[in-house]
């Protein structure tokens, strides 16, 4: 999987002229950074670093042919929320935290973890990446050991899981980019 960063860009069109940070908790920090741009104008830029700049990671679960969810309430929109299992660095290993949070989310490691790709949430915001796996599972797992964040645990069937994309039920765009690079591998059958 081809990535570019900042240093394969030699005069990249905006330059920061140092960091500023502004706020910092154990999630993420935000700065506010100082930057010129292509044209000689300066500004500003607001950056969000999550997890120190440790991959983040979003899990397809997949038994046979059934696609396991997770329900959560998302606090910054305001709304419960099905999608894939997903969550913040808990190691500089994006292998390490991907089983971490299936064991959190779904009660349990999968037999077999796969990488399937690397997206950038937000590249205009956040700066980090998260890593998406096919998490292949011989028995369904549906006892989550984090009660404070998992509300619901199920699992459907790859057509269902169109339907109610199509039908606008899930817009978790985790989800939408694991499904993307399943299919795009030839990892799930589409039906």
Partial sequence: MARHDASDNVNPPIRRLH???VYRNRFAAIYDDPVVFAGGNEGTYLRIVESGGKPGV???PLCGSQIALVQTYRYAVE???WGVPRGFAQDADPIISARAELTEELGRQ???LLPIGIISPNSGLLAGQVHLFLARYATKAIEPKDGDEIID???IGVRELFGR???GDIADAFTLSAITCAAARGLIELG
Wanted: glycine share 0%; net charge negative; no cysteine.
């Fill in 153 to 155: 645990v199920e699992w």
């Fill in 19 to 21: 960091e500023r940070l």
């Fill in 58 to 60: 979003a899990m397809l």
């Fill in 79 to 81: 709304s419960l929320e």
């Fill in 165 to 167: 994309i199509a039908r």
């Fill in 110 to 112: 999968p037999d077999e």
